[in-house]
C-alpha cells in the first residue's frame, strides 16, 4: 500500500459516496488508474464495505448507553452464547469482548430512559450469563 492507496481510502472515509471521477481529481489520477486501486483495496479486503451515517435520533435512538459488562462464568459456551444473544439485539450497536476487566464493552442505543431501564432489566440483567453490569450514560457526543 503506497501514498495514493492511503489517499483514496482517506477520501472514501470522509465521502463513500464519492464518484470516481471525483475521486480520481481528489487523489491526482485519471479514473481508470483510481478505479483499479479501488477495486483492488476492495479485492485485498482494506476496503470492505460502503455505509450511510445515520442520525440516531431520527430513528428514535437519541439515548446512548456505554455498558461494562462481567460473566459469572468465563467458559466457552457461556461466553459465545451470552456473545450471540446479545450480538443479535437489535438495540446494541456495538460488541467488543476485552481483555482484562470489564469482560465486555456494550454499545446501546434506545429511544430514552424508559426504555432503557426496560431493555436492561428484562434483557441483560435476566441473563444468568452476566455477573455484574456497569452503565455509562452519554452526555454528548463529541467526535
Known sequence: MDSLDRAIIGALQSDGRLTNQDLAAQVGLTP????????????????????AVVNPEALGHGFEVLIHAELAAK????????????????????????????????????????????????????????ARVDSRITMKRIK
Open 32 to 51: 481508470a488508474p483510481c478505479l483499479r486501486r479501488v477495486r483492488r483495496l476492495e479485492a485485498d479486503g482494506v476496503i470492505t464495505g460502503y455505509t
Open 75 to 130: 467458559d466457552l459456551s457461556t461466553t459465545e452464547a451470552f456473545e450471540a444473544r446479545v450480538a443479535a439485539m437489535e438495540e446494541v450497536v456495538e460488541l467488543r469482548r476485552m481483555f482484562g476487566l470489564p469482560d465486555y464493552f456494550i454499545r446501546v442505543q434506545v429511544r430514552d430512559t424508559p426504555t432503557y431501564e426496560r431493555w436492561l432489566t428484562t434483557q441483560i440483567m435476566g441473563d444468568p450469563a452476566i
